[in-house]
């Protein structure tokens, strides 16, 4: 069999894990807009910190289970991680359907974090494995376009069934459904990708990480920009996904109308990464990581003055541009800085301080909004946010590869509108030259 790597080559394998990956990302989706209500209206749980305790057990659990996928993924191979995620999601959407009190919440979503941690890590690396050098940018937008705009669908739809027909069951119905595409895709149709991997080191020319954890995590100067990053990214993410609810309830929206902009952020988010993730091929990864972290921080920082739909819905959607912006070039940028024999281990260890984001995150705005307020957690989440887009400004390096800097490319293209426009004024007023 040949092995060639490319997104051209390999399209059909391609397909096929993003549509994975979609199912991946539902399995979150269930939870997002009707979980705090639960926890309020069926378990009597007030307590900002005890509600977002189902976030901060997923966090935890996702985040070590990234590190192990990492790990392992060389030695058992990435479908066999990818097809064990599945198996472990089996009792998730029972779990949530008929739980008897919060812990039975907490089990389901220890059992969510390992599902995550293990099919998403696995989908994420099959990808960047499969295309090779050239579109891991794209790749990785395609990989998160699929997960997030599934988190964003299965958002909406739960939200619209708890208001039509209760909280529980029937939204968890979409689970059972979801468990059984992903599970017997990911057996009869996803082939490895280890010779892909086998491939690419022969011509790469990387070096090989002296202390990977350690690299990755903060002193390789592009390793640590990125991860430091990706815990804050994950970090407002996990406040927005216990917080974003309850705020809403408090100034009165209804259940559906809570469904709705909760779908809004991740919706943009998933979206947008199908310009943003060729943006990272195109353009300097540093830039696009500064300019995406810096717009969430001023969306969050806002949105303690927002008051309407129409002024979450615009918020929602600067914050889920911001983290279309940085989440597919996230993966690229680690790519780019690895030797594919690393590549695998340096995203797992990414991807564990990236997730245990949520975990601080839910543990930081419960904290603060119980002892202060909603709004004081929201600000505060936002200066870690705008804190962690200077970090990327000052710290990082651009790879001299060719990619672009955006500020140069936007002000190139003003100097060409201009001198343009002033050739075609010049041209009209002169007769001579007519």
């Known amino acids: 069999m040949k092995i060639q790597l490319g997104l051209k080559e390999n399209w059909k394998q391609f397909t096929l894990l993003v549509i994975i990956n979609a199912f991946v990302g539902g399995m979150v989706g269930l939870e997002r807009s009707i979980l705090p209500q639960i926890a309020e209206k069926e378990f009597a749980i007030a307590a900002k910190t005890a509600i977002l305790s189902f976030i901060i057990v997923f966090g935890i659990v996702k985040a070590i289970t990234n590190y192990y996928t990492g790990a392992l993924a060389n030695k058992f191979g990435r479908k066999k991680l990818l097809v064990a995620g599945w198996i472990i999601s089996i009792p998730i959407p029972f779990m949530l359907m008929f739980a008897p009190n919060w812990n039975w919440i907490i089990a389901a979503n220890v059992l969510l974090g390992i599902n995550q941690g293990l099919t998403w890590s696995s989908t994420v690396v099959m990808k960047i494995d499969l295309v090779g050098e050239k579109q891991r940018g794209f790749a990785m937008g395609l990989n998160e376009f699929a997960g997030y705009i599934a988190v964003a669908i299965v958002a909406f739809l739960t939200g619209w069934i708890a208001s039509k027909y209760g909280i529980r069951p029937y939204p968890f119905y979409l689970g059972i459904g979801l468990v059984f595409l992903g599970l017997a895709g990911s057996i009869f149709y996803i082939k490895d990708t280890k010779h892909h991997v086998a491939k690419e080191t022969i011509s790469n020319t990387i070096p090989r990480l002296k202390n990977i954890f350690w690299d990755t995590t903060w002193k390789d100067k592009n390793l640590g920009s ?110 780019e800085n690895t030797n594919p024999q690393d590549r695998a281990k340096s995203i797992g260890i990414f991807r564990l301080w990236r997730d245990l984001g949520y975990a601080i995150g839910a543990i930081l705005t419960g904290i603060i909004a119980d002892l202060i307020s909603i709004n004081a957690s929201i600000i505060f989440i936002g200066m870690l946010t705008l804190t962690s887009a200077f970090i990327i400004r000052y710290r990082m390096r651009c790879r001299t590869d060719g990619s672009l800097k955006i500020w140069n490319w936007i002000t190139n293209k003003h100097k060409q509108h201009t001198v343009t426009g002033n050739i075609k004024v010049f041209y009209n007023a002169t007769p001579s030259i007519k």
């Open 226 to 335: 990125v991860t430091q990053a990706g815990l804050i990214n994950n970090l407002n993410d996990g406040m927005a996904w216990g917080i974003f609810p309850i705020l809403l309830a408090t100034k009165g929206f209804t259940i559906g109308e809570i469904g709705i902009v909760t779908a809004v952020y991740p919706a943009v988010w998933g979206i947008g990464q199908l310009f943003t993730g060729r943006m990272a091929d195109k353009f300097c990864k540093k830039d696009m990581l500064y300019i995406g972290m810096f717009l969430q921080a001023i969306a969050l920082i806002v949105l303690v003055w927002a008051n309407t739909m129409f002024h979450f819905i615009i918020l929602s959607s600067i914050l889920g541009w911001g983290t279309a912006m940085v989440y597919p070039t996230f993966l690229a940028t680690v790519a």
